[in-house]
Protein backbone atom coordinates (compact mmCIF):
# COMPACT_ATOMS: atom_id res chain seq x y z
CA UNK A 1 0.00 0.00 0.00
CA UNK A 2 1.46 3.27 -0.86
CA UNK A 3 1.74 5.64 2.03
CA UNK A 4 0.54 9.29 0.22
CA UNK A 5 1.93 12.33 1.92
CA UNK A 6 -0.85 15.36 1.41
CA UNK A 7 -0.79 18.98 2.52
CA UNK A 8 -2.56 19.81 5.44
CA UNK A 9 -3.76 15.88 6.41
CA UNK A 10 -2.17 13.21 8.29
CA UNK A 11 -0.31 10.54 6.85
CA UNK A 12 -1.67 7.04 9.14
CA UNK A 13 -0.33 4.39 7.46
CA UNK A 14 -3.58 3.31 5.98
CA UNK A 15 -6.63 4.51 4.23
CA UNK A 16 -8.32 7.52 5.74
CA UNK A 17 -11.63 8.34 6.83
CA UNK A 18 -14.00 11.69 5.95
CA UNK A 19 -16.68 11.99 7.46
CA UNK A 20 -19.55 14.10 5.92
CA UNK A 21 -21.47 16.98 7.06
CA UNK A 22 -23.98 18.50 4.95
CA UNK A 23 -25.49 21.99 5.69
CA UNK A 24 -28.08 21.91 3.54
CA UNK A 25 -31.82 21.40 3.77
CA UNK A 26 -32.14 18.90 0.57
CA UNK A 27 -28.87 16.24 1.01
CA UNK A 28 -30.00 12.60 -0.36
CA UNK A 29 -28.59 11.37 2.75
CA UNK A 30 -29.33 12.88 5.81
CA UNK A 31 -32.46 15.37 4.82
CA UNK A 32 -31.12 18.73 6.12
CA UNK A 33 -30.08 16.95 9.87
CA UNK A 34 -27.46 19.47 10.48
CA UNK A 35 -28.66 22.51 8.23
CA UNK A 36 -28.62 24.25 11.65
CA UNK A 37 -24.57 25.35 12.33
CA UNK A 38 -24.68 24.34 15.92
CA UNK A 39 -25.56 20.73 14.79
CA UNK A 40 -23.33 20.73 12.37
CA UNK A 41 -20.41 21.14 14.09
CA UNK A 42 -21.67 19.15 16.99
CA UNK A 43 -21.89 16.49 14.40
CA UNK A 44 -18.56 17.28 12.97
CA UNK A 45 -17.12 16.49 16.43
CA UNK A 46 -19.04 13.08 17.12
CA UNK A 47 -17.66 12.16 13.61
CA UNK A 48 -14.20 12.90 14.72
CA UNK A 49 -14.83 10.60 18.11
CA UNK A 50 -16.05 7.86 16.38
CA UNK A 51 -12.84 7.77 13.79
CA UNK A 52 -13.28 10.31 11.10
CA UNK A 53 -9.97 11.82 10.12
CA UNK A 54 -11.41 14.72 8.01
CA UNK A 55 -14.48 16.11 7.96
CA UNK A 56 -15.97 17.55 5.10
CA UNK A 57 -18.21 20.36 4.94
CA UNK A 58 -20.68 20.91 2.53
CA UNK A 59 -23.57 23.90 1.79
CA UNK A 60 -24.75 22.88 -1.56
CA UNK A 61 -26.29 19.80 -2.48
CA UNK A 62 -24.63 17.94 -5.38
CA UNK A 63 -27.58 15.16 -5.59
CA UNK A 64 -29.24 14.38 -8.98
CA UNK A 65 -31.49 17.21 -9.96
CA UNK A 66 -30.41 19.47 -7.20
CA UNK A 67 -30.35 23.61 -8.27
CA UNK A 68 -27.62 25.71 -6.95
CA UNK A 69 -27.89 27.82 -4.28
CA UNK A 70 -26.54 31.29 -4.27
CA UNK A 71 -22.87 31.89 -3.63
CA UNK A 72 -23.78 33.95 -0.43
CA UNK A 73 -25.96 31.45 1.24
CA UNK A 74 -23.62 28.52 0.70
CA UNK A 75 -20.94 30.88 2.40
CA UNK A 76 -23.67 31.72 5.13
CA UNK A 77 -24.23 27.56 5.13
CA UNK A 78 -20.39 26.72 5.67
CA UNK A 79 -17.96 29.44 6.83
CA UNK A 80 -19.20 29.47 10.88
CA UNK A 81 -18.96 25.97 10.32
CA UNK A 82 -15.27 25.30 9.41
CA UNK A 83 -14.19 28.36 11.67
CA UNK A 84 -15.64 26.47 15.16
CA UNK A 85 -14.07 23.07 14.25
CA UNK A 86 -10.74 24.08 13.01
CA UNK A 87 -10.79 25.97 16.46
CA UNK A 88 -11.17 22.05 18.15
CA UNK A 89 -8.55 21.38 16.06
CA UNK A 90 -10.12 18.94 13.10
CA UNK A 91 -9.08 18.73 9.81
CA UNK A 92 -11.64 19.99 7.59
CA UNK A 93 -12.27 20.28 4.07
CA UNK A 94 -14.77 21.89 2.31
CA UNK A 95 -17.18 20.31 -0.45
CA UNK A 96 -17.34 23.28 -3.34
CA UNK A 97 -17.46 24.29 -6.84
CA UNK A 98 -17.15 28.06 -6.33
CA UNK A 99 -13.43 29.41 -5.75
CA UNK A 100 -14.65 31.91 -3.49
CA UNK A 101 -16.50 30.09 -1.12
CA UNK A 102 -12.77 27.84 -1.43
CA UNK A 103 -10.56 30.71 -0.28
CA UNK A 104 -13.06 31.58 2.77
CA UNK A 105 -12.96 27.91 3.73
CA UNK A 106 -9.32 28.03 3.80
CA UNK A 107 -9.48 31.54 5.51
CA UNK A 108 -11.71 29.76 7.91
CA UNK A 109 -9.04 26.91 8.27
CA UNK A 110 -10.26 24.37 5.64
CA UNK A 111 -6.55 22.10 5.09
CA UNK A 112 -8.35 20.76 1.83
CA UNK A 113 -10.86 21.61 -0.99
CA UNK A 114 -13.36 18.61 -2.31
CA UNK A 115 -14.22 20.07 -5.92
CA UNK A 116 -16.56 17.78 -7.37
CA UNK A 117 -16.66 19.60 -11.02
CA UNK A 118 -12.73 19.65 -10.59
CA UNK A 119 -12.20 23.28 -11.77
CA UNK A 120 -14.79 22.76 -14.84
CA UNK A 121 -17.42 24.93 -12.59
CA UNK A 122 -14.89 27.96 -11.35
CA UNK A 123 -11.94 28.37 -13.68
CA UNK A 124 -10.83 30.22 -10.97
CA UNK A 125 -10.88 27.30 -8.30
CA UNK A 126 -7.06 25.73 -9.37
CA UNK A 127 -5.80 29.59 -9.20
CA UNK A 128 -7.02 29.96 -5.27
CA UNK A 129 -6.06 26.34 -4.54
CA UNK A 130 -2.30 27.03 -5.95
CA UNK A 131 -2.26 30.37 -4.01
CA UNK A 132 -3.47 28.44 -0.89
CA UNK A 133 -1.23 25.31 -1.12
CA UNK A 134 -3.92 23.49 -0.31
CA UNK A 135 -4.86 19.47 -0.42
CA UNK A 136 -6.99 19.73 -3.78
CA UNK A 137 -9.64 16.89 -5.02
CA UNK A 138 -10.25 17.08 -8.42
CA UNK A 139 -13.32 14.51 -9.14
CA UNK A 140 -14.34 13.23 -12.29
CA UNK A 141 -17.26 15.43 -13.48
CA UNK A 142 -19.54 16.25 -16.80
CA UNK A 143 -21.81 18.54 -15.39
CA UNK A 144 -23.91 19.67 -13.04
CA UNK A 145 -26.79 17.92 -11.16
CA UNK A 146 -29.69 18.86 -13.32
CA UNK A 147 -27.62 17.29 -16.61
CA UNK A 148 -25.52 14.48 -15.10
CA UNK A 149 -27.75 11.87 -15.25
CA UNK A 150 -28.08 12.56 -19.81
CA UNK A 151 -24.43 12.27 -19.74
CA UNK A 152 -24.17 9.21 -18.45
CA UNK A 153 -23.09 7.33 -21.61
CA UNK A 154 -19.83 5.34 -22.49
CA UNK A 155 -17.96 3.07 -24.17
CA UNK A 156 -15.19 2.35 -21.37
CA UNK A 157 -16.07 4.18 -18.72
CA UNK A 158 -12.02 3.25 -17.26
CA UNK A 159 -10.55 4.32 -19.78
CA UNK A 160 -12.60 7.73 -20.33
CA UNK A 161 -12.88 8.62 -16.33
CA UNK A 162 -9.06 7.61 -16.58
CA UNK A 163 -8.73 10.14 -19.69
CA UNK A 164 -9.99 13.07 -18.78
CA UNK A 165 -9.45 12.82 -15.09
CA UNK A 166 -5.53 12.97 -16.88
CA UNK A 167 -7.02 16.29 -18.43
CA UNK A 168 -8.29 18.00 -15.41
CA UNK A 169 -4.58 17.17 -13.90
CA UNK A 170 -2.84 18.31 -17.01
CA UNK A 171 -5.12 21.52 -16.84
CA UNK A 172 -4.97 22.25 -13.05
CA UNK A 173 -1.16 22.05 -13.11
CA UNK A 174 -1.22 24.27 -15.78
CA UNK A 175 -2.78 26.63 -13.30
CA UNK A 176 -0.21 26.56 -11.00
CA UNK A 177 -1.45 23.49 -8.77
CA UNK A 178 1.66 21.43 -7.51
CA UNK A 179 1.26 17.39 -7.78
CA UNK A 180 1.36 16.73 -4.52
CA UNK A 181 -1.34 18.54 -3.69
CA UNK A 182 -3.45 16.56 -6.16
CA UNK A 183 -6.11 13.97 -5.08
CA UNK A 184 -8.52 11.99 -7.32
CA UNK A 185 -11.93 10.89 -7.19
CA UNK A 186 -13.68 9.26 -9.83
CA UNK A 187 -17.11 10.40 -9.14
CA UNK A 188 -19.41 7.07 -8.42
CA UNK A 189 -22.70 8.48 -9.19
CA UNK A 190 -22.11 11.38 -11.01
CA UNK A 191 -22.67 10.79 -14.51
CA UNK A 192 -22.49 7.40 -13.91
CA UNK A 193 -25.14 4.27 -14.07
CA UNK A 194 -24.87 1.44 -11.78
CA UNK A 195 -23.19 -0.27 -14.34
CA UNK A 196 -20.76 2.75 -14.87
CA UNK A 197 -19.91 2.60 -10.95
CA UNK A 198 -19.17 -1.02 -10.28
CA UNK A 199 -16.73 -1.04 -13.64
CA UNK A 200 -15.04 1.90 -12.05
CA UNK A 201 -14.50 0.34 -8.95
CA UNK A 202 -13.33 -2.51 -10.25
CA UNK A 203 -10.71 -1.05 -12.64
CA UNK A 204 -8.96 1.37 -9.45
CA UNK A 205 -5.51 -0.10 -10.41
CA UNK A 206 -5.59 1.85 -13.99
CA UNK A 207 -7.03 5.31 -11.89
CA UNK A 208 -4.45 4.75 -10.13
CA UNK A 209 -1.71 4.67 -12.83
CA UNK A 210 -2.29 8.53 -13.22
CA UNK A 211 0.20 8.76 -9.77
CA UNK A 212 -2.40 10.26 -7.41
CA UNK A 213 -4.46 9.82 -4.13
CA UNK A 214 -7.61 8.54 -4.96
CA UNK A 215 -10.85 9.35 -2.71
CA UNK A 216 -13.37 6.90 -3.15
CA UNK A 217 -17.47 8.23 -2.21
CA UNK A 218 -19.50 5.28 -2.77
CA UNK A 219 -21.26 5.99 0.57
CA UNK A 220 -25.17 5.67 0.56
CA UNK A 221 -25.52 6.30 -3.62
CA UNK A 222 -27.89 4.93 -5.31
CA UNK A 223 -26.12 2.47 -7.14
CA UNK A 224 -26.06 0.40 -3.60
CA UNK A 225 -29.20 0.86 -2.69
CA UNK A 226 -30.59 -0.89 -6.44
CA UNK A 227 -28.00 -3.75 -5.34
CA UNK A 228 -29.97 -4.44 -2.00
CA UNK A 229 -33.29 -4.02 -4.12
CA UNK A 230 -36.47 -6.11 -2.74
CA UNK A 231 -37.93 -8.68 -4.51
CA UNK A 232 -40.07 -6.25 -6.12
CA UNK A 233 -37.17 -3.82 -6.93
CA UNK A 234 -37.97 -1.31 -4.37
CA UNK A 235 -34.53 -0.18 -4.17
CA UNK A 236 -33.00 0.08 -0.03
CA UNK A 237 -33.27 3.23 1.40
CA UNK A 238 -29.85 5.32 1.49
CA UNK A 239 -29.82 4.90 5.19
CA UNK A 240 -30.23 0.98 4.95
CA UNK A 241 -27.60 0.94 2.42
CA UNK A 242 -24.26 1.74 5.37
CA UNK A 243 -23.39 -2.62 5.25
CA UNK A 244 -22.71 -2.34 1.53
CA UNK A 245 -20.86 1.26 1.78
CA UNK A 246 -18.54 -0.60 5.08
CA UNK A 247 -18.26 -3.32 2.31
CA UNK A 248 -17.12 -1.32 -0.54
CA UNK A 249 -14.88 0.59 2.06
CA UNK A 250 -13.12 -2.41 3.24
CA UNK A 251 -12.30 -3.68 -0.56
CA UNK A 252 -10.88 -0.25 -1.98
CA UNK A 253 -8.68 0.22 1.25
CA UNK A 254 -7.14 -2.88 0.60
CA UNK A 255 -7.02 -1.89 -2.82
CA UNK A 256 -4.55 0.81 -1.80
CA UNK A 257 -7.02 3.65 -1.83
CA UNK A 258 -6.12 6.99 0.11
CA UNK A 259 -9.16 8.01 1.53
CA UNK A 260 -13.07 7.02 1.78
CA UNK A 261 -15.93 9.33 2.46
CA UNK A 262 -18.58 7.99 4.31
CA UNK A 263 -21.67 9.45 6.02
CA UNK A 264 -21.61 6.44 9.36
CA UNK A 265 -18.10 6.37 10.46
CA UNK A 266 -17.20 4.10 13.30
CA UNK A 267 -17.84 0.89 11.33
CA UNK A 268 -16.30 2.32 8.26
CA UNK A 269 -13.20 3.87 10.50
CA UNK A 270 -12.75 -0.08 11.76
CA UNK A 271 -12.91 -1.41 8.47
CA UNK A 272 -9.88 0.94 7.22
CA UNK A 273 -8.01 -0.75 10.23
CA UNK A 274 -9.02 -4.21 9.51
CA UNK A 275 -7.77 -3.62 6.03
CA UNK A 276 -4.59 -2.00 7.14
CA UNK A 277 -3.98 -4.87 9.30
CA UNK A 278 -4.22 -7.37 7.05
CA UNK A 279 -1.65 -5.53 4.60
CA UNK A 280 0.35 -4.94 7.33
CA UNK A 281 0.72 -9.34 7.94
CA UNK A 282 0.75 -9.69 3.79
CA UNK A 283 4.18 -7.27 3.78
Request: charged share 25%.
Amino acid sequence: MTTWKVPGVPGLGRCLVMGVVNVTPDSFSDGGRWFDPKAAVRHGLELVEQGADIVDVGGESTRPGAARVPLDEELARVEPVIRELSREGVAVSVDTMRAEVARAAVDAGAVLVNDVSGGLADPEMPRVVAATGVTYVVMHWRGHSHAMERRAVYDDVVSEVREELAKRVASVLAEGVAEEQIVLDPGLGFSKNAEHNWAVLAGLDRLAELGHPLLIGASRKRFLGRLLAEPDGTPRPFDRSDDATLAVTAIVAREGAWCVRVHNVRPNADAVRVAAALQGARS
